[in-house]
T-cell receptor, first 112, second 115 residues
């Protein structure tokens, strides 16, 4: 059974800083890994999807990496902005399940 | 392209009552998922449909929860009778195909409060 852990649970940084959010998973037989953003009271917005054959994906100021051998993924946010404040969720498929297994998320606050 | 639609957005009921949620996936998406998100937690998969067939319902509390996807498009999730611990956001997602390589897209969710 796949288990996903996210560290840290919460993070507060000044505007303009680069930051890294961490995600680890227990079953390396992963099909893909998705990073989501969730604003308060809203649904999930897909940010990046990394397939098992890929090492990283980039979209604008976001870069996500995947290391299956160590069971880790990171989400790098460059030049953070107050509008980046949200909860960031990491989720993995595979591990015998087709649906996503989610971590508990990292609550990010960017201070103006 | 329209996203995943869900209704209602909010629902408040008393324990032991029944409730139903509706989801309309992105047009052409064969796979539909229902997730439960309890406050402070990540979403948990309840059930996955491929067209109108159930692929995975291993985490669905079948004594009180049921779901259907008639005609392989819209889906309904029902809780009967509701318990206090069912208070959560119920999220519907869809993907183009059933393979795990496909990106899932989520609706806005239905926030259920059980009193």
């Amino acid at each position: 059974k796949q288990e996903v852990t996210q560290i840290p649970a919460a993070l507060s940084v000044p505007e303009g800083e680069n930051l890294v959010l961490n995600c680890s998973f227990t079953d390396s037989a992963i099909y893909n890994l998705q990073w989501f953003r969730q604003d308060p009271g809203k649904g999930l917005t897909s940010l990046l999807l990394i397939q098992s054959s890929q090492r990283e994906q980039t979209s604008g100021r976001l870069n996500a990496s995947l290391d299956k051998s160590s069971g880790r993924s990171t989400l790098y946010i460059a030049a953070s902005q107050p509008g980046d404040s949200a909860t960031y969720l990491c989720a993995a498929t595979g591990g015998g399940a087709d649906g996503l297994t989610f971590g508990k998320g990292t609550h990010l606050i960017i201070q103006p | 392209e329209a996203g995943v639609a869900q209704s209602p957005r909010y629902k408040i009921i008393e324990k032991r009552q029944s409730v139903a949620f509706w989801c309309n996936p992105i047009s052409g998406h064969a796979t539909l998922y229902w997730y439960q998100q309890i406050l402070g937690q990540g979403p948990k998969l309840l059930i996955q449909f491929q067209n109108n067939g159930v692929v995975d319902d291993s985490q669905l509390p079948k004594d009180r929860f049921s779901a259907e996807r008639l005609k392989g498009v819209d889906s309904t999730l029902k809780i009967q009778p509701a318990k206090l611990e069912d208070s959560a956001v119920y999220l519907c997602a869809s993907s183009l195909l059933s393979t795990s390589y496909n990106e899932q897209f989520f609706g806005p969710g239905t926030r259920l409060t059980v009193l």
